[in-house]
């Protein structure tokens, strides 16, 4: 399994960007994807997952973030728009496959103010 994020940078308050995360080595239609950060000094945490046919957020992106997915191209991505300051961190994704989490190397965001 190997998970490459792409997309993050320096962005301003108000405004978007928009993460990918190539999978390879398994059937990635079947499988729960998700997308975490990690702030400095603080935990990772999740922002949004994917199960296939259902999705679900953190409360704090609801309604400004959206997962989604392009099986043909084993492609995830994360639409963030109207950033926030405190949506500064390192973001990766997650693939939970046969029992296992598999994590990317991570693509910072920073939202400057």
């Known amino acids: 399994v190997q998970l490459v994020e792409s997309g993050g940078g320096l962005v301003q308050a108000g405004g978007s960007l928009r993460l990918s995360c190539a999978a390879s080595?398994?059937?990635?239609?079947?499988?729960?994807m998700g997308w975490y950060r990690q702030a400095p000094g603080k935990q990772r945490e999740l922002v949004a997952v994917?199960?296939?046919?259902?999705?679900n957020y953190a409360d704090s992106v609801k309604g400004r973030f959206t997962i989604s997915r392009d099986n043909a191209k084993n492609t995830m991505y994360l639409q963030m728009n109207n950033l926030k300051p405190e949506d500064t961190a390192v973001y990766y994704c997650?693939?939970?496959?046969?029992?296992?989490?598999?994590w990317g190397q991570g693509t910072q965001v920073t939202v400057s103010s």
């Open positions: 080595g398994f059937t990635f239609s079947i499988y729960t």
């Open positions: 994917d199960y296939g046919t259902t999705t």
């Open positions: 997650n693939a939970y496959v046969r029992t296992r989490d598999y």
